[in-house]
């Protein structure tokens, strides 16, 4: 019996549990989204493609499963680019599906078609930033590759992959046995685990190290194994420091966690770094922020520092720095076995209290040296005293969406995150304008939970049109834009090596300008408030939360730099010899 692949497909994905597709529409994916109509998977229809793939992308991240994006032809497919970057770099897995050009034009300049290099060429569009990107060229190999992409993207290291559909392989029709078939086949593998002699060898050496410590990156939560990694901590008693996207995988508030590595890192936990004899690092590609530039005398210091590191990829473990011991396995497999060895190699756990109170008193005295900007009244409002409010109101288990600038090297540094996977950040590309839509996403995931998006005024005006989607859908998030009137984090950097702030600072009529987002909220359907004055910033945010619904919270904010313990080598390439970083900038 024979069925139209657009309807086999919509079986398809309701048979892996897929319940949202993100994307929206195009003359050649009408004939798949027809069949969404009646189908138990709801598609989330948004006003740019950049915004289905940020909101895929935050869904998955909380899901720990490839999200789903529906893309159309040429300019959909290069919408989403940005934001599948994004997704590549932080090794989150979304399953694309682009419309294109029907394969009996190929060559002949159809519509839309993309075939400057080579004759419908759309499918190389996203091949350096995906795993795999196919093109179907037959009707009845869709089945065995639309399987592929999800196994692709879901084991090994995760990412993205395109699947590329020529419009009219979805109006064609095949045996349904070609779909049927893969239901024998089971996409979930059992992944690579440590052996037991390495898993004895690594907790012999931990045990005898004089200043061990953990090392924590993204890959804890993509394994989701932050409860093993916590076990193997409580039972050690071995400090832990995290990168940028390992923040919450032990809750900042355990009594041997120091917090965050690196440029944004502070002296206190950088200097434990640089003096460990052994750090175990974890799913972790040390990256240039994460590592001060690579630069030994502030942070990592290998030799005399020894490690050891575990990821998934093979490729990360030695990349920047050498290895005594180097395993490529999941963590969370790993952990699981490197847990039962220590309980048997160490039956007792190990008590720190010396260094407990070490890094309790450090913590008391960062919290102390920042009252003054917490209690400040001065409006537009201190950073500091933003970010301190927002986590007073919030739940511990809220979610946090971060963009660029102080919303995220301020949270990493400042804003306690209790539950490991609850703040999301774009890590390796940086990449301004998804906390936004990622928000979304991942509140449609996470519907009972309490979604928040901490954004700037740049960030937030890259995508404004999540607000139709979330109006549309009733999506209640709460955005906070963080508002200087600038690309903040660039004119502090401009004002501190070339003595200038030229074109990152928003200007109209010779002063600085910042559209009403409250006002363009309230456009939308969107519940919006412009803060006045610093005292009436906490009541909203709580009269936000409390109505559950879509919220836009307006806040001037003032441009200071995010304090860094750490460095940064770009600072060396603008003022060489000088020790310079981020200057304040005053915007009137």
């Not at 720095?321 to 395993?327: A, L, Q, S, T």
């Not at 209640?476 to 003595?499: C, T």
């Not at 412009?530 to 009269?543: G, H, N, Q, R």
């Amino acid at each position: 019996m024979k069925k139209l692949i657009s309807k086999q497909l919509v079986k398809y994905l309701e048979g892996k549990g897929v319940q949202h597709i993100f994307g929206l529409c195009g003359h050649t994916n009408i004939a798949f989204l027809s069949q969404l109509e009646n189908s138990t998977i709801k598609f989330i229809n948004t006003r740019h493609e950049q915004i289905a793939a940020h909101m895929a992308d935050g869904y998955a991240r909380v899901t720990k499963q490839a999200s789903v994006v529906l893309s159309h032809i040429g300019p959909g497919l290069t919408n989403t680019i940005t934001a599948i970057g994004t997704a590549a770099l932080d090794n989150v897995p979304i399953v694309i599906i682009a419309g294109d050009a029907p394969s009996h034009y190929y060559g002949r300049n159809a519509f839309q078609e993309v075939n400057l290099y080579s004759d419908a060429s759309q499918y190389e569009i996203l091949r350096p930033i995906v795993k795999r990107a196919w093109r179907v060229e037959r009707p009845d190999l869709f089945p065995e590759i639309i399987e592929k992409a999800f196994q692709l993207a879901e084991n090994g290291r995760p990412g993205p992959v395109l699947v590329s559909v020529p419009m009219d392989i979805f109006s064609k029709e095949i045996d349904v046995r070609l779909f049927e078939r893969l239901t024998y086949h089971n996409p979930k593998l059992h992944k690579p685990s440590i052996d037991q002699e390495t898993a004895v060898k690594i907790i012999k050496t931990l045990k005898n190290a004089e200043n061990p410590l953990f090392l924590v990156g993204g890959g804890i939560m993509l394994a989701d194994a932050s409860g093993e990694l916590r076990d193997l901590v409580d039972h050690m008693g071995i400090p832990v420091v995290n990168t940028m996207m390992g923040k919450g995988a032990v809750s900042d508030d355990h009594p041997l966690a120091m917090g965050l590595v690196g440029f944004w890192g502070s002296k206190f936990t950088n200097e434990k770094v640089r003096n460990a004899d052994y750090i175990f690092a974890l799913g972790t590609s040390f990256g240039e922020a994460d590592s001060s530039s690579w630069e030994e005398e502030y942070t990592f210091n290998f030799p005399p520092t020894k490690l050891i590191h575990i990821d998934i990829d093979p490729q990360e473990i030695g990349r920047n720095y050498p290895v005594e011991i180097g395993i490529v396995a999941d963590l969370k497999q790993s952990l699981k076995v490197l847990n039962k060895v220590a309980k048997e190699m160490v039956p007792v756990p190990v008590q720190n209290p010396t260094l407990e109170k070490e890094i309790a008193a450090n913590k008391e005295a960062f919290i102390q040296s920042n009252q003054e900007h917490i209690k400040n009244n001065c409006f537009p409002m201190r950073p500091e005293r933003i970010l301190q409010e927002t986590r007073e109101v919030l739940p511990k288990d809220a979610y946090i969406t971060t963009d660029v600038g102080w919303n995220k090297n301020g949270v990493a540094q400042r804003f306690p995150i209790y539950e490991a996977g609850t703040v999301l950040t774009p890590g390796g590309f940086a990449t301004m304008g998804f906390g936004s839509p990622a928000a979304l996403g991942v509140k449609v995931a996470k519907p009972d939970r309490v979604v928040v998006s901490l954004v700037g005024d740049g960030g937030f005006g890259q995508n404004p049109a999540v607000l139709a989607t979330a109006a549309e859908e009733n999506i209640p998030v709460i955005w906070i834009i963080m508002n200087n009137s600038s690309y903040g984090v660039i004119a502090g950097l401009e004002k501190a090596h070339f003595d200038t702030t030229f074109g990152t600072i928003f200007y109209k009529d010779g002063k600085p300008y910042s559209p009403d987002f409250a006002a363009i909220a309230r456009a939308f359907g969107v519940e919006g408030v412009k803060i006045e004055s610093a005292e009436d910033f906490k009541p909203t945010l709580e009269k936000a939360v409390a109505s559950k619904k879509p919220f836009v919270i307006d806040v001037s904010m003032v441009n200071v730099p995010t304090p860094t313990g750490g460095h940064w080598n770009i600072m060396d390439i603008y003022s060489p010899n000088e020790k310079k970083s981020h200057a304040v900038v005053s915007i009137n």
